[in-house]
Each structure stands twice: as structure tokens, then as C-alpha cells.
């Protein structure tokens, strides 16, 4: 099979976890997932991301502190989320939280049900693992762009391992939290974090899988 070929598959099959079993992931194969990550492109080489690794019970006591401190406080992040979507960018991110709510069984107009599985993302949907991502604020859009391009990597090695993934960027609007209870310093930004390990093929959710626009839409200049 060619190198495309593979790529594409991993591309393709690879799907935001939201359940996942309690397995821990063996220490050898969490230290191959981020030496090939490390490869990710950089601007400059800058390697501006920083990860900071929580397993097993560090998980779920962050996972615990973080549930209850989300419950009680409004979103604060490091880095302003966007001032709104439209057009085609809402009707995307409609779509795929409507067909997120329809594999879980949550009807559109149940609002607690709604409330109940975003509150699922601040017990990291049940992962044994959470790599927080921050950059330096001094590297600016920079620094954020790069730490994108690393994740997507890191997202991209974990489906080639076997292991289940899902990107969350609101544990990042929690920032003053993460930066207290992992001790992160005040000259990083936290941009998001990924939580992985083994699917729990069972759960509903993890039969949710989103499209993708076609390249014409996307691509100017294409014959």
C-alpha cells in the first residue's frame, strides 16, 4: 500500500472519541505518540507547544476539580474563542452538534441533556490520559498556529498507534484552573487539550462521525 494510501486511511478513520474505556495506555507506546509528534512543523522551528500529561488517578482527580470548578464559573480563557459563526461555519458546527445530539439520544429542544454532555467534556469523556497544550503568550498567533499544527499531528500518530482521541478546546476556557492545578506559568496560553486513549466502541457517541466539505468549496484556483 502506498504512503497516500495509508495516509488517507488513518485520515479518515481517525473520529473525535467521546467514550472511551478506562484501559491505561502502556508507558512505551505514550512515548512513541509524542516522539513522532515532536516532528510536527513549526515556524521557524519554534516548537512552540508545551504538554503537560495527566494519567489514571491524576486524570480523574483533574478531571473531578475541573467538572466542579467549570460548574461554578463562567468560560475564562487564555485565548478569545470566536466572536461568532456564520454562514457555511455555523451550518458546519450546527450540523455536527445536531448529529452528535442524535447518536446520544438527546432530542434538539432538551436543553439539560444538551447541558449534560458538554459538562462530559470536563470529565475528558471518561479518557485515562489529557496532554494539555499551552504556548508562550510572547509568540503570539505565531505560537498558537504552530501548537494547531501539533495537535493535529499528535491526533493523526494516536489513530496510526490504535489509540482514540478527541481535541477539546473547552477545557481551555478554563484556563486560571489548568494554569493552577497543573502549574503552568503565567507566560503561556493554554490552547486546548487532547485526551486519549482506548475507544469504548460500545458508546453511542463514538458511532457519530462528521463530513467534510467538498475541496471545490475550499480550494480556489483548481482546474
Known amino acids: 500500500m502506498s504512503t497516500d494510501v495509508v495516509l488517507e486511511q488513518l485520515l479518515t478513520d481517525r473520529y473525535s472519541c467521546r467514550g472511551f474505556l478506562p484501559d491505561l495506555i502502556p508507558e512505551d507506546v505514550i512515548t512513541r505518540l509524542f516522539t513522532l509528534a515532536q516532528r510536527s512543523a513549526s515556524w521557524c522551528n519554534s516548537q512552540a507547544w508545551q504538554v503537560n500529561l495527566t494519567s489514571g488517578e491524576d486524570t480523574a482527580q483533574f478531571a473531578k476539580e475541573l467538572t466542579a470548578w467549570a460548574s461554578a464559573h463562567p468560560p475564562a480563557p487564555d485565548i478569545a474563542g470566536p466572536d461568532?459563526?456564520?454562514?457555511?461555519?455555523?451550518?458546519?458546527?450546527?450540523?455536527?452538534?445536531?448529529?452528535?445530539?442524535?447518536?446520544?439520544?438527546?432530542?434538539?429542544?432538551?436543553?439539560?441533556?444538551?447541558?449534560r454532555q458538554a459538562m462530559d467534556n470536563f470529565r475528558f469523556f471518561g479518557a485515562p490520559h489529557v496532554a494539555v497544550i499551552s504556548t508562550p503568550k510572547a509568540l503570539g498567533t505565531y505560537g498558537t498556529v504552530d501548537c494547531g499544527a501539533y495537535v493535529s499531528t499528535l491526533l493523526t500518530v494516536a489513530q496510526s498507534l490504535g489509540l482514540?482521541?478527541?481535541?477539546?478546546?473547552?477545557?481551555?476556557?478554563?484556563?486560571?484552573?489548568?494554569?493552577?492545578h497543573l502549574q503552568i506559568p503565567a507566560d503561556r496560553d493554554i490552547v486546548c487539550a487532547v485526551s486519549f486513549g482506548y475507544a469504548d466502541n460500545d458508546h453511542p457517541a463514538n458511532g457519530f462521525r462528521t463530513d467534510r466539505a467538498d475541496i471545490a468549496t475550499v480550494v480556489e484556483g483548481l482546474s
Open 84 to 115: 461568532r459563526y456564520e454562514g457555511v461555519y455555523a451550518e458546519r458546527r450546527r450540523s455536527a452538534g445536531f448529529g452528535l445530539y442524535e447518536a446520544v439520544g438527546i432530542a434538539r429542544d432538551d436543553q439539560e441533556g444538551r447541558l
Open 164 to 180: 482514540a482521541t478527541i481535541a477539546q478546546a473547552a477545557i481551555a476556557m478554563h484556563s486560571s484552573f489548568v494554569h493552577k
